[in-house]
């Protein structure tokens, strides 16, 4: 009765449960059951492999493997190298033993013999379900590290896959498929394992064939010298050789990077001037620079001219300017985008902007172009977060009424509210994603000029591979007047000695930038201090100086605290910074001439040098400390550089070999990091990538008459404007 009960009670919710169960499944899982059906799997399978993105065979063809393992060598037991993944053969498994441990922990031994008759041992732990599957007498092959244990050659849990002795092959080859041959390893997903995806792509490959098709022009594929698109994808899964398996993945990349560079020019191509009235193509008015060049309290440098001339006539040609200004911190980048603007104005009537990562940044930048642009009767305004409501209606209000010449703000400025009334000329400050976000912004301002600039020193090559609609200068020279910093890998133990002599410059009015990788301890993350622990330390090392001397700088501030922090540190009301890398974007202060970066094994080369130039900001010696926990060699030989190198693009080719590109182009989409180093180092190769890319474009302008490279350019595109 009470169950009868219960049953009556809870069936309306059981019920409703199950047709909310379908319809959030129909909702939230989007996949085509056909899918179901040619794969011979469970729905489960299926909605994960949805969830993926994967939803047609075709997706599921172009799941690449993340690596493979050579199972064509085998070796017998006697030639083996210990600790490295090996693949031996077993001629049959003679016993099965079985010891239970402590805490019911079981522990399988197997003893085999290869076709040398040499004994192995295999150790599998607390799995009874693949121990019963493996039979006496039968034939395996074991992928595995070996090792030598109380005098036995033991392989602990490998991978065992049935198979054959090659007289009793089969003439189809399947009953070898994953033995024998160079064999491809998936990455896991969901708990759907590697050699579930390796089994359905082998019974599914005879459908490239019939799904997959050539999008390349043919003089394309023969100048390259390319696979074609159904043998790279063939290969790319079950390579039938090591050759084969090296021209799919240059196929695979170089296709990558011809859809980087197509999608680059159209994007130059697009942005153009939508108004009749183009800038009369003529040589710059450099008489026009004479007021600004004089109020400069410097000269400028051979490469600064170089680069101010080359802007000066992109302004004058008939297209938007898209340049990429790379300079080394301390190139005064800032005065280069600060005559550009005046010339905008003088000679063009034109407005400018200047769009700044951080606030603080944005509020340095106002007062450099303010210094320079107000004594010669332009209007200069700061637009930030930071600003009353009044305040930033006023500044609007002006800026559509042409009543302001240069504007420094933030994103703030890409609100739908904010209009110019002749904007000509955008400088963008450290986004290298910004372009590829907010080219359509712009767009509507009638596609004016556009200078990138960044202090993260890019490769040439990289230049090229991923910002390739962009022209690159460089501003390599440094004023004469520039000291080199001292820098120096420290341990923790000679960090503490420093304190006597750091309390010395602190006396001599110069003050110190103690620089942390975290704001808070991460378990993932060992040995390293957060900014918070490490401003306790300091506090309590420093105990001469009050502790309202040592100030805490970290990303989780709010804007005006930020602030009020580096204005503080700034009018000298405190000695010493602990900060984390907030301070690499361009905070200016004088005389703060000692560095110490705690932890200094966890950033890369370019992020070290870009921190350490922010004790370079004037004509007093500087010292840069890079304390390290770490005490292995690659560790320690690899932060020595820093002592001898200044060049930054050395360090960033040492850093692109050795970090990989995601170290130079750390805000950059993670597709592009999937290109090996080797490619992103090959400027030649990439030169011609370009060059054929451009070829393409002007033979096809539209695409239209090679629809199957259209589609393959519109694959996954999302990916590429993320």
């Known amino acids: 009765m009470i169950c009868q009960i219960f049953y009556d009670f809870f069936l309306p919710w059981i019920e409703l449960w199950k047709k909310y169960s379908e319809i959030r499944f129909c909702i939230f899982v989007n996949f085509d059951m056909s899918l179901k059906d040619e794969l011979k799997t469970t729905p489960r399978y299926v909605q994960i492999l949805a969830q993926n993105g994967i939803t047609t065979m075709r997706d599921f063809l172009s799941y690449f493997p993340r690596t493979y393992e050579d199972r064509s060598k085998i070796a017998p037991l006697d030639s083996l190298i210990f600790d490295a993944k090996w693949v031996a053969a077993t001629k049959w498994l003679i016993t099965k033993k079985t010891r239970i441990?402590?805490?019911w922990k079981t522990i399988y031994d197997i003893l085999f013999q290869d076709?040398?008759?040499n004994i192995g041992h295999i150790s599998i732990f607390n799995s009874g379900?693949?121990?019963?599957?493996?039979?006496?007498k039968s034939r395996y092959i074991i992928v595995g590290k070996p090792q030598m244990k109380y005098g036995k050659i033991t392989f602990s849990h490998p991978d065992l896959i049935p198979t054959v002795a090659p007289e009793e092959e089969s003439e189809d080859g399947d009953s070898s498929y994953n033995s024998g041959r160079i064999f491809p390893i998936y990455s896991e997903m969901l708990?759907?394992?590697?050699?579930?995806?390796?089994?359905?792509?082998?019974?599914n490959l005879y459908k490239i064939d019939q799904i997959f098709s050539e999008y390349l022009p043919d003089e394309f594929v023969k100048e390259f010298q390319l696979l074609d698109v159904k043998s790279t994808i063939k290969n790319l899964h079950f390579p039938d050789s090591d050759g084969l398996k090296n021209k799919a993945l240059y196929r695979l990349f170089f296709d990558r990077l011809l859809r980087i560079q197509i999608f680059s020019l159209q994007n130059?191509?697009?942005y153009h001037w939508t108004i009749d009235d183009l800038p009369v193509s003529e040589n710059p008015h450099r008489e026009i620079l004479k007021p600004i060049m004089d109020l400069l309290p410097f000269q400028l440098t051979v490469a600064q001219k170089k680069v101010i001339i080359q802007i000066l006539e992109d302004f004058h040609r008939n297209s938007p300017m898209l340049r990429l200004l790379q300079w080394d911190v301390g190139s005064w980048k800032t005065i280069v985008a600060t005559i550009a603007m005046r010339y905008i104005r003088k000679q063009f009537h034109g407005q400018s902007v200047l769009l700044a990562p951080l606030e603080v940044l944005a509020n340095q930048h106002f007062k450099t172009l303010a210094k320079f642009l107000l004594p010669l009767w332009l209007r200069v305004e700061l637009l930030t977060g930071s600003l009353t409501k009044s305040e930033k209606t006023k500044i609007k209000s002006d800026l559509k009424q042409w009543k302001i010449d240069v504007l420094v703000t933030t994103h703030a400025v890409l609100q739908d509210d904010v209009d110019f009334k002749n904007l000509m000329f955008v400088c963008i400050d450290e986004q290298h994603k910004f372009w590829v976000k907010q080219r359509a912004v712009f767009k509507k301002f009638n596609s004016p000029h556009i200078l990138q600039m960044t202090a993260t020193p890019i490769p040439r090559s990289m230049a090229l591979a991923f910002f390739g609609e962009f022209d690159v200068s460089i501003i390599d020279q440094?004023?004469?007047?520039?000291?080199?910093?001292?820098?120096?890998?420290?341990?923790?133990?000679?960090w503490l000695k420093l304190k006597p002599w750091i309390l010395q410059k602190i006396g001599q009015w110069q003050r110190v930038f103690i620089v942390t990788p975290l704001i808070e301890d991460s378990e993932k993350m060992e040995e390293v201090q957060s900014a918070v622990s490490s401003h306790a330390e300091i506090c309590q090392l420093f105990e001469e100086l009050p502790n309202d001397e040592i100030l805490l700088l970290h990303w989780r501030l709010n804007s005006k605290d930020k602030d009020k922090i580096m204005q503080k540190f700034k009018d000298w009301k405190a000695k010493i910074l602990v900060s984390t890398t907030i301070i690499e974007v361009g905070v200016d202060i004088p005389e703060a001439t000692v560095m110490v970066i705690k932890n200094a094994e966890r950033f890369g080369l370019s992020q070290l040098h870009q921190l350490r130039w922010r004790i370079w900001r004037s004509e007093l010696k500087s010292y840069c400390f890079l304390e390290t926990l770490k005490k292995s060699w690659d560790s320690y030989k690899r932060l020595k550089i820093m002592e001898e190198v200044s060049d930054w693009f050395k360090l960033a080719e040492y850093d692109l070999k050795n970090r990989g590109s995601g170290e130079i182009l750390g805000t950059m989409q993670s597709w592009q990091s999937d290109i090996p180093i080797e490619i992103l180092s090959d400027l030649k190769f990439l030169e011609k990538v370009q060059e054929w890319a451009k070829w393409i474009l002007k033979h096809y302008p539209d695409l239209k008459e090679l629809p199957a490279l259209q589609n393959f350019l519109n694959e996954k595109i999302g990916d590429i404007l993320a």
């Open 101 to 103: 441990l402590v805490h």
């Open 115 to 117: 076709v040398h008759w």
């Open 129 to 136: 379900f693949l121990a019963s599957k493996l039979s006496e």
């Open 191 to 203: 708990g759907i394992k590697p050699w579930w995806f390796a089994q359905k792509i082998w019974t």
């Open 268 to 270: 130059k191509l697009n």
């Open 478 to 494: 440094l004023p004469e007047w520039r000291q080199k910093i001292d820098t120096k890998v420290i341990s923790a133990n000679e």
